[in-house]
């Protein structure tokens, strides 16, 4: 994975600190997985990722 640096602006700025992943929702939204990534500063981002290949049995 790359690194990923939080969005989230605050006082104008781009907050910047690493996120970490909290949660991943598999098969809920379409075709994708839902990704939650939260900073230090409890900042959540919602990432939509394309799902890895599955069995279809």
């Given at each position: 994975?790359?690194d990923?640096?939080?969005?989230?602006?605050?006082?104008?700025?781009?907050?910047?600190?690493?996120?970490?992943?909290?949660?991943?929702?598999?098969?809920?939204?379409?075709?994708?997985?839902?990704?939650?990534?939260?900073?230090?500063?409890?900042?959540?981002?919602?990432?939509?990722?394309?799902?890895?290949?599955?069995?279809?049995?």
């Amino acid at each position: 994975m790359e690194d990923k640096k939080c969005p989230v602006f605050v006082d104008g700025k781009e907050c910047g600190r690493p996120l970490t992943l909290v949660d991943l929702e598999s098969e809920k939204i379409a075709r994708y997985d839902l990704a939650t990534y939260e900073c230090s500063l409890g900042h959540r981002s919602y990432i939509l990722l394309e799902p890895k290949t599955r069995d279809s049995s």
